[in-house]
């Protein structure tokens, strides 16, 4: 099992910023894809970044592109979202997501919740106008 800790949540001003952090401890060997999703109240989980597990392959949905910046760490077992020209429309539970890859899809990026296999508890962002 892969377990997965977030943090780095908080509540900033519109125009602001924030960076979250996301650590993966347990079955850290093997090879994963991550992502970043968000949810916000009475609406469904969407995707806001992913990252493949090498090479640096990254997706953003329009919403976050140019804003959002996802970056990670395989040493550290780490993955970051940076959030900046945050929105009062960012506000929402973040998640981090793992997907285990097999080492031929190291440069694939996955954006569908259904294709991620673990989940963090989530950290709350709140953005005030």
């Known amino acids: 099992q892969l377990q997965l800790v977030e943090s780095g949540g908080g509540m900033v001003q519109a125009g602001g910023s924030l960076r979250l952090s996301c650590a993966a401890s347990?079955?850290?060997?093997?090879?994963?894809?991550m992502g970043w999703f968000r949810q916000a109240p009475g609406k469904e989980r969407e995707s806001v970044a992913a990252?493949?597990?090498?090479?640096?392959?990254?997706y953003y949905p329009d919403s976050t592109k140019g804003r959002f910046t996802i970056s990670r760490d395989n040493a550290k077992n780490a993955v970051y979202l940076l959030m900046n020209s945050l929105k009062p429309e960012d506000t929402a539970v973040y998640y981090c997501?793992?997907?285990?890859?097999?080492?031929?899809?190291?440069?694939?990026?996955?954006?569908?919740?259904?294709?991620?296999?673990?989940w963090g508890q989530g950290t709350q962002v709140t953005v005030s106008s």
């Open positions: 990252i493949s597990w090498v090479r640096g392959n990254t």
């Open positions: 347990g079955r850290t060997y093997s090879s994963y894809a």
């Open positions: 997501a793992a997907k285990e890859v097999p080492l031929s899809y190291f440069n694939k990026t996955y954006f569908h919740q259904e294709e991620y296999n673990y």
